[in-house]
């Protein structure tokens, strides 16, 4: 019986961040061929994905609002969180 690869049988590829750090362009190329990619750091696993298009568009309007909210964090006008469940919980409470 032949082997399958990790493409045809649609399993994610997890790599070390070594194993990234080494071969990167092994990684974008399997991604680009629309293979699943992991990247595990630290225990975490980080998902490589490609990217179609770039909404992203620098407008005259988001450059303020940049300028703006760094003003304001210069100001000391922000909150802070220690942990995830904190921020969760503000989340929360804006609904």
């Known amino acids: 019986m032949e082997e399958q690869t990790a493409i045809e ?32 750091y630290r225990g975490e696993l980080f998902d490589i994905v490609l990217r179609e298009d770039d909404e992203l568009e620098i407008t005259p309007e988001l450059l303020e609002a940049i300028r703006e909210s ?12 220690s942990n995830h469940e904190d921020l969760q919980a503000w989340f929360d409470s804006q609904k």
């Not at 194993?19 to 991604?31: S, T, Y």
């Not at 964090?73 to 922000?78: I, K, M, Q, V, W």
């Open 70 to 81: 760094r003003e304001q964090y210069a100001r000391g006008e922000y909150i802070e969180f």
């Open 9 to 40: 049988t649609g399993q994610v590829v997890q790599m070390t961040s070594t194993e990234f750090r080494k071969h990167p362009g092994r990684a974008f190329e399997l991604v680009k061929s629309g293979q699943p990619v992991a990247i595990s």
